[in-house]
């Protein structure tokens, strides 16, 4: 009886011990967290999924990450001119502002389940449409498919970069092509271009979800903005033309890129 029981013993040990490892596994975590929650809020980890580094990746559907500047301050791809995010705000109030203008539109996460034995957590992506516009009596033209180096999308938290990508591929819609076979942009016409951003331009270990809800500012119990958002969003295109047009009209902002933002 003794030598049974001695025998026993270490497998009753793995037994309970497995137990206690099925029970204390995060089962709940894809419907509480599906948007790849690695390491909580705005923290990030010590690279993509933990190999130590990080680094700028290719994107699913094109485009290229910016892990490697993932926790930066005020990085940009494009560097952002100064004044932009004031021209642009006067530009969607209704005012006139010379120049051409860069204006978000929407913008927005989810995800996209493909059931439970699916990739859930890869199918999510972050919508982002905007528009374009050359300002009052002018024209813009740019290179295809839309400025010399494609969209470059930044997502800063209160900690530095915690989302990026350049190269972004979009669908446009109202554009036509001039002669000279580059992107015509009229004053009177509407162009507006749409892309995702994958969940593989999310810096490691920053929840994709806090993220998308702090793109929006907080609001009281009217529902009346009371602050500007925690995070912002940049959208940018950069291209020669850009530069040379509001040389021409003499524009209030300076340089080669297009910026939208977030910010109310």
Known sequence: MNRRVGRAVPWIV?????????????????AQAPLGAWGGPDRLAPGPMGTGVLRGVPLPGGGMSDGNHCGAKGYHFFPVPPGAHAAAAAALSGRQVPGPQLALLSYGGGDDPLGESGPYRHQWTFSISFGLSPGPSRALSLAQPIGAQGVAVEIEGPHGLVAGAHGLPVTLHGATTGPDHRLDVRSRGKVTADLNLPLAAVCPGTDAGHVVEGLSGPVDAHNTLIG??????????????????RAAVHAPVAGDTLTGDNLE
């Open 228 to 245: 500007q958002p925690p995070y912002r969003l940049f959208v940018s295109v950069s291209d020669p033309s850009i530069g040379a047009l």
């Open 14 to 30: 793995v037994a309970v011990a497995g137990v206690l490892l099925v029970l204390s596994w995060p089962w709940g975590s894809r």
